[in-house]
């Protein structure tokens, strides 16, 4: 089983569709989450990052952890064509010296349709 | 501007070469970071470097050895003992290792084994 667990997709939606992406993880130590969006033949770049459980919210974007389900989730309100992109969450844990890793799930590929 | 830069954009290698990967960053940052991006298994780290001439193994470093000389650069090189080399490979550079702190991705090298 692997550490964090998310649905390759494909997911394809309605221009101004409400988006939901979620992963779920079996690492109770993971302290911070991550949504990175990525375009095509693009390096992946930070959305939004979470410290423990709770919701944030920036413009468009809603991220939600729930630490006690082991479940993130990302909502994309009024969703555009430039929205679409591959997600990938990601967590982080220590791992030996202090040192941060970040563990990434497979990524979700979303298609905003016109 | 600031940021990370990764060259070539695309490579190919034959059977039994050796092959270097460059990133460099302007960031100022101390932690730089090697991933492997295959389709539909999320991002994999290969090493990391915490300070200048220090590196560590990260989850799938058999087949790869890095050097960190200067602090603004990070190379890859691919050996021909990397079994299934052909992939996409991001550089990533944060402010430290320790504690969270954003990780900034390059645009990426896709090698390709001919």
């Known amino acids: 089983q692997k550490e964090v667990e998310q649905d390759p997709g494909p997911l394809s939606v309605p221009e101004g569709a409400i988006v939901s992406l979620n992963c779920t993880y079996s690492?109770?130590?993971?302290?911070?989450f991550m949504w990175y969006r990525q375009y095509s033949r693009k390096g992946p770049e930070l959305l939004m990052y979470?410290?423990?459980?709770g919701n944030k919210e920036d413009g468009r974007f809603t991220a939600q952890v729930d630490k006690s389900s082991k479940y993130i989730s990302l909502f994309i309100r009024d969703s555009q064509p430039s929205d679409s992109a591959t997600y990938l969450c990601?967590?982080?844990?220590?791992f030996g010296q202090g040192a941060q890793k970040l563990v990434f799930g497979q990524g979700t590929r979303l298609t905003i349709n016109p | 501007d600031g940021g990370i830069t990764q060259s070539p954009k695309y490579l190919f290698r034959k059977e039994g070469q050796n092959v270097t990967l460059s990133c460099e960053q302007n960031?100022?940052?101390?932690?730089m970071y090697w991933y492997r991006q295959d389709p539909g298994q999320g991002l994999r780290l290969i090493y990391y470097?915490?300070?200048?001439?220090?590196?560590q193994k990260g989850d799938i470093a058999e087949g790869y050895s890095v050097s960190r000389e200067k602090k603004e650069s990070f190379p890859l090189t691919v050996t021909s003992a990397q079994k299934n080399p052909t992939a996409f490979y991001l550089c990533a550079s944060s402010k430290t290792v320790t504690s969270y702190n954003e990780q900034f991705f390059g645009p990426g090298t896709r090698l390709t084994v001919l």
């Open positions: 990601a967590m982080s844990a220590s």
């Open positions: 960031l100022n940052h101390d932690a």
């Open positions: 979470t410290y423990s459980s």
């Open positions: 470097s915490q300070i200048v001439n220090d590196f």
């Open positions: 690492n109770s130590a993971f302290q911070y």
